[in-house]
């Protein structure tokens, strides 16, 4: 669309011309442009074919407006019909024609042979569906014309009092507007903008949000040297999901408890959680024995699996103990993903709460509940003398954190369940993604599958795998490293500035909203070149160094600076286990049931399951 708004904001300045010097009502303009531009992008028409529409729906507007506040006593409409109805019933069926007679002419260019479709624009999107063979999906005439109604009117005059406001407070505002031009002649000079930049500003609803995904501005915003990239805020439903923990925490509290997280994942606990990750990965294939030759979901199957693993890694107990806990997880993910993109007036939640608001608050405090249960039990094992300290694992460290002396050290209840919850949560589901992906991606590259089971044999032969071997999986690595880049799990990162900051040529006002785009950047055909949509783990052959062509920062699935992935190393170590001992019995193919639609649920997930079929070797 971008190429139209410019032409049309080219026609609008064509006509300023005639009024340089002199003085131009830029709310008449506007009200122009921005109806030149929704005929243009969405009706593929020009304001002058659409000029009658227009008119019509603005006096429909003054007449709502001018009976707004104008009570009248029910079904009295039905006896006597005001001069503003009877003009209102005649606007709507005016109205109603010129749409009608707008799509028929789409509809007619098709017939005729003129065109061989109804377009991509909107109005060819809604012929499409009142078209559409599929009952569900088919949309009536008279939704049609209220929707082209919708979208003329709010298509223009929101924007047009966006924009006319904007002029005025640059007009007053004249260091905001140099501000602006230095930033506008930075990245354009005299060329006209363009969408498609690898850096540029979005909206996310009426915040602005600044989308980068060059590697250089990426490493410069991650690495933080100043300290004025904050984490960005989370909305009310993802921050009951995570809690006030590590993720969003910074300064002293979020040194604290990245120490502790630190402690409980460093390479030597990671090697004494080997058994623990066996045994899941023994118990899931022990399922498995019942399916052989037959369809297996994989991802549900993975979403068990790691469950399981950091149950038992982090927090001593089962995933049957913990599947309360991951259940209410769960459903709270999924409220927090369809509420992303609606937006709420400031205040309105202390008048009215929605359903997903009040079960989202039950469902917080349940979790809370579940936590506080599992901690009292290890508590009560140290009290009852049945243990003699709480525990070396991460809920064992966060306890004895709990009961630290050193003030400095010591960490609240509420830190230790937001940090219990994030563990849960953030441990099993990224980690789920990268199994399921990867194993999908195997089941279609099989000769990726084998030449990683002839690596698995070479280094454990028919034994279970071991520390020393994992470290040397380099086959693995790289297949692992090349799922990470097609199927990131986290697709974006959000950081929010805390003071006016220059970000290369930018210069990034306070408190704008920075979303690095991990999806964009894994996908960027400057970086990895032409094929970069192909599954390709040889890129990986000689490091992530050299697959980027040095731009370390292009290659960001867990993060990158201080802010890295805690988990990093688990993921990795658990995924290889896994795979290995799956390639030690299976050989396995893709079924031709799987219906290919990856989609977010906070993290990337196959919308349909993936379901694979394992052969006995
Ligand atoms: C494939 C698996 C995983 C992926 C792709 C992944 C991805 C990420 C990413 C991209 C970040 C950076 C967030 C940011 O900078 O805003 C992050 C941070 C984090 N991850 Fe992971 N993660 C994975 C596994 C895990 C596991 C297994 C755990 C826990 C055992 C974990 C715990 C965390 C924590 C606590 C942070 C916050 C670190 C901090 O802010 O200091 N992750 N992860």
Redesign the pocket.
């Known amino acids: 669309m971008v190429p139209a708004m410019i032409a049309s904001v080219e026609t609008m300045l064509e006509r300023w011309r005639q009024h340089e010097e002199k003085q131009i009502e830029v709310y008449k303009e506007s009200k122009l442009l921005t109806a030149e531009v929704i005929f243009q992008t969405a009706f593929g028409s020009s304001y002058l074919e659409g000029e009658k529409i227009f008119d019509m729906l603005m006096k429909m507007g003054m007449i709502m407006a001018r009976n707004r506040f104008k009570i009248r006593l029910p079904g009295i409409g039905k006896f006597l019909k005001s001069r503003d109805d009877n003009e209102s019933d005649k606007l709507e069926q005016a109205i109603r024609e010129s749409i009608i007679g707008v799509i028929d002419k789409r509809e007619e260019k098709v017939m005729r042979g003129e065109e061989n479709n109804y377009g991509s624009d909107f109005l060819g999107s809604l012929i499409k569906t009142n078209h559409d063979i599929d009952e569900k999906n088919r949309i009536s005439v008279d939704n049609m014309v209220d929707e082209c109604k919708t979208f003329y009117l709010a298509g223009q005059e929101t924007t047009n009092g966006l924009l006319a406001w904007r002029l005025l407070l640059l007009a007053v505002h004249t260091d905001w507007q140099e501000k602006a031009r230095m930033e506008v002649f930075e990245l354009f000079g005299q060329q006209k903008p363009n969408a498609e930049g690898r850096n540029y500003l979005s909206w996310y609803g009426p915040q602005a949000q600044l989308v980068v995904t060059d590697p250089e501005l990426i490493k410069e915003i991650?690495n933080n040297k100043d300290g004025v990239y904050l984490?960005g805020r989370l909305d009310q439903f993802a921050k009951k999901l995570l809690g006030d923990g590590?993720?969003l925490?910074e300064g002293e509290k979020?040194s604290k408890l990245?120490k502790i997280?630190n402690h409980a994942?460093y390479a030597e606990s990671l090697k004494g959680m080997v058994p623990a990750m066996i045994a899941s990965v023994e118990t899931m294939l022990e399922r498995w024995t019942q399916h052989e030759e037959k369809e297996i979901e994989v991802n549900k199957e993975s979403k068990l699996l790691t469950a399981e693993v950091?149950s038992r890694t982090?927090f001593g107990s089962s995933y049957l103990e913990g599947e309360k806990i991951f259940d209410m997880l769960m459903k709270m993910g999924l409220i927090t993903a369809r509420n992303r993109f609606k937006i709420r007036l400031p205040g309105s939640g202390m008048f009215w709460k929605s359903c997903d608001v009040l079960e989202s608050d039950k469902i917080e405090q349940a979790i809370r509940e579940s936590i506080l249960g599992m901690i009292n039990k290890r508590e009560e094992k140290m009290v009852t003398g049945e243990e003699n300290n709480y525990g070396s694992d991460f809920l064992g460290s966060l306890i004895k954190a709990n009961h630290d002396i050193d003030e400095k050290n010591r960490i609240s209840v509420d830190e230790m369940v937001d940090e219990c919850k994030?563990?849960y949560f953030?441990?099993?589901e990224?980690?789920n993604?990268?199994l399921a992906w990867s194993l999908f991606l195997l089941a279609i590259h099989t000769d990726w599958q084998e030449k990683a089971r002839k690596e698995v044999f070479e280094l454990f032969g028919q034994q279970n795998p071991n520390a020393e071997g994992i470290a040397r999986l380099k086959i693995m690595s790289m297949i692992l490293n090349e799922t990470?880049r097609l199927y990131?799990?986290?697709i974006n990162?959000?950081?929010r500035v805390e003071r006016e900051v220059r970000l290369g040529k930018l210069i990034v006002p306070a408190n704008t909203h920075v979303m690095l785009s991990?999806l964009a950047l894994h996908h960027d055909p400057e970086l990895w070149g032409k094929d970069v949509d192909l599954f390709k783990p040889e890129r990986f052959a000689d490091g992530v160094a050299k697959a980027t062509n040095n731009n370390i920062a292009g290659f960001?699935?867990?993060?990158?600076g201080?802010?890295?992935?805690?988990?990093?190393n688990?993921?990795a170590n658990?995924?290889k286990i896994a795979l290995s001992m799956i390639l030690q019995r299976y050989r396995f193919t893709l079924s031709p049931d799987y219906v290919h639609s990856p989609i977010q649920i906070v993290t990337i997930r196959p919308k349909n399951g993936i379901p694979i079929v394992f052969n006995k070797l």
Do not use: D, N, S
Request: with cysteine; net charge positive; proline share 9%.
């Open positions: 991650m984490k590590i993720v925490a979020w990245r997280a994942f950091i982090a994030t563990f953030a441990g099993q990224t980690t993604g990268l990470l990131p799990p986290v990162l959000l950081r991990i960001i699935p867990f993060g990158f201080p802010r890295i992935c805690v988990g990093l688990f993921a658990e995924a």
